[in-house]
């Protein structure tokens, strides 16, 4: 599910299998992915922890795989579905239910370019994907069993206000600021 102008780096499958084959309780892996313009060129890198119980955690603030990089174990993979009623923001309640199964998990190695455009689908209505992503967050808590921290539901908390109050525009900016390094 990865958009057609970004790029799988050649060695990005074999890291992830050779991953999934020495860790049996990861059920979903992604990894490190740089941010391309137009022209190709790298300017930031979007990094992701590598330890599981980081990724459990993170998921009630921010998403802790590249979502066109995952790889799930197919066994688990074919119990879990995506919702199409989430135009955006899909790939929060697939990781819901990828919990009840397992950890997630990423290679610490860069094996993905993600193009950055303004027409990137998180960008469309920012607003509507944040609701969305929320909305995943509490169905994978009330219908998937998945136990938030304090710290989790404290952020998530604070998006919420910072969502609702916030242009669109400025919330961007802070986003970027914070997860583009």
């Known amino acids: 599910r990865m958009d057609g102008d970004d790029i799988s780096l050649s060695n990005r499958l074999a890291t992830q299998v050779t991953f999934l084959q020495k860790h049996p309780q990861i059920v979903a892996v992604g990894g490190q992915a740089e941010m391309i313009d137009g022209e190709g060129e790298i300017f930031a890198y979007k990094h992701f922890p590598t330890n599981s119980r980081t990724l459990r955690d993170m998921i009630m603030w921010m998403v802790p795989i590249q979502h066109p990089v995952m790889m799930a174990k197919a066994v688990v993979y074919k119990k879990c579905h995506y919702d199409e009623a989430f135009k955006t923001a899909e790939d929060v309640e697939m990781f819901m239910q990828l919990l009840k199964y ?27 994907t944040f609701y969305l992503t929320l909305l995943g967050r509490y169905r994978g808590i009330v219908e998937h069993g998945y136990r938030p921290s304090i710290k989790g539901v404290m952020l998530s908390l604070v998006q919420l206000i910072v969502v609702s109050l916030l242009p669109a525009k400025w919330i961007i900016r802070l986003y970027e600021s914070k997860r583009f390094l």
């Open 102 to 128: 397992g950890e997630l998990g990423n290679v610490p190695q860069v094996i993905y370019q993600y193009r950055k455009a303004d027409t990137s689908n998180g960008y469309h209505n920012l607003k509507q």
